[in-house]
């Protein structure tokens, strides 16, 4: 299966779509919109939280998934990495509930991610929301979909009042030279993406340490509405290495790559000035 066997990828997105639904009904059950959570919650190395609906979800999806697709390698934020998926060509990557502080405290913005990686690149992804009512599917080619319907980015081409969501430290720093709209935060980095791929809003700023799961499906939701994520010198993000890391990231609807991507540079550089 590769990017051109339509037919086939199509198949396998709805079944992906149907399970990555059953899993996001586990969350639901223990999500309590505008309350703390019902789950279990508890603290892993280095602090970050996770809640029993996180691990729930991950079991789920790790059985189904596997039954889906037996040829591919697992990549979760709650399963142990194994470094055998660095051989295979396809690779699952998926984050149980992306946005967990979100979920824990009653906020909708989290989500259910799944991508399938071809040889390090996303071929399939869908990003579900269940407290938004909001599911954005995409095939590599095949365009990118929210409930259905088909999506694109906006048409914005200046960073001058451009919709723009990110870390309050880094919209701070770009709003000494450019005069854009800030957006409200987004607790999920899919969310951000996919937000940016349906038109919400026109671009977004991730700070470095973003994971895989975080990423791989909203960026292919992302890119087949015509937008999109580049690392900070610009460069398409790569997938499935040896440690799935990534440092500053810049998404946006495609229109405001070159000028978003200068505005990073100079403020690498220092200067809060236009060059």
């Known amino acids: 299966m590769n990017a051109t066997t339509l037919p086939i990828a199509a198949e396998l997105l709805k079944a992906v779509g149907e399970s990555c639904l059953e899993a996001g009904a586990i969350a639901v059950d223990l999500f309590r919109p505008g309350a703390a959570t019902a789950a279990r919650t508890w603290s892993k190395s280095g602090g970050s939280p996770v809640t029993e609906a996180d691990i729930g979800v991950d079991t789920f999806l790790r059985i189904r998934l596997s039954e889906l697709l037996p040829e591919a390698a697992w990549l979760s934020e709650e399963t142990v990495d194994d470094a055998q998926r660095l051989s295979h060509r396809y690779v699952w ?94 607790p999920s980095l899919a969310l951000r993406l996919t937000r940016i791929a ?16 975080d990423l791989a499906a909203a960026d292919l939701v992302l890119s087949e509405a015509g937008g ?32 978003l991507q200068a505005a ?11 060059a």
């Not at 403020?267 to 809060?272: A, F, P, S, V």
């Open 93 to 186: 990557v998926v984050d149980p509930i992306d946005g967990t502080r979100a979920f824990m405290q009653g906020s909708p913005d989290w989500a259910v991610c799944i991508a399938l990686l071809d040889q390090g690149a996303p071929i399939l992804g869908i990003v579900h929301a269940p407290a938004c009512n909001a599911t954005y599917r995409a095939l590599a080619g095949g365009g990118a979909t929210l409930n259905g319907e088909t999506i694109y980015a906006s048409s914005a081409d200046s960073l001058a009042g451009a919709r723009i969501a990110g870390p309050k430290p880094m919209l701070d720093a770009l709003a000494q030279f450019e005069s854009f709209e800030a957006v409200g935060r987004i």
């Open 228 to 259: 999109r994520l580049t690392d900070g010198e610009g460069r398409p993000v790569v997938y499935n290495r040896e440690v799935p890391v990534h440092g500053m990231l810049a998404a946006s609807n495609g229109k405001l790559a070159t000028s």
């Open 264 to 274: 990073i540079d100079r403020l690498r550089d220092g200067r809060t000035q236009p």
């Open 198 to 213: 349906d038109g919400t809003i026109d671009a977004g700023l991730i700070s470095p340490d973003a994971r895989d799961w």
